[in-house]
């Protein structure tokens, strides 16, 4: 029996495997410090573009961020580097999309690659009036996934405590 969670059960369920988004881009100077480095806000910004991609593969809607978990950056990004992010989709709500993205720079002259950080991003899918909206739920196929959907929920839960002890 297929294991299917979240969402609304009047749109077909989806695996992440139909969503899933890899983004590769060489980084150039203007992306970078003088020394070289990339900037974290940089990455940032493709964290948010690829899980927001993901997100929408996975509504068919537009999205818009509507949380990002803090991001720690392991290793430098140099100018050079090619930079691949893989997202996907770990958790849905009702509207609400939990996606991961995965960083890896490689250099493209020794091959070398280093996995530069990992994030957490919600998205939440509009309607055509910009509200809420609902997703298909999510086909979850492996154990794997399974880990990552749990995990995705308890830090959905964590972010709404938050947020509400700040409103
Ligand atoms: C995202 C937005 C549409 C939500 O509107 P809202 O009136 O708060 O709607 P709701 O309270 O029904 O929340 C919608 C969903 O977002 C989730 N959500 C709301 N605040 C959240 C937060 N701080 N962290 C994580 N999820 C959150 C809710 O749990 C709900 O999920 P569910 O439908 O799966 O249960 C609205 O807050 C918004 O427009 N924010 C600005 C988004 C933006 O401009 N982002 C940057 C540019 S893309």
Redesign the pocket.
Known sequence: MLDVR?GDPKFPAKCSSDSEVTLSQQMMPSDANPLGNVHGGYIMKLV?EAG?LAAMRHARRP?????MDSMSFLSPVRVGHLLTLRARVNW?????IEVGVHVEAENPVTGELTHTNSAFA?F?A?DDA???I??PPLILETDEERRRWSEGEER?QI??Q??RKKA
């Open positions: 979240g948010d927001g999205v818009v961020t509507v949380a849905v709500g009702k509207s609400s919600v939440v509009l910009g509200h809420p609902p997703v959905q972010r709404l938050r947020w």
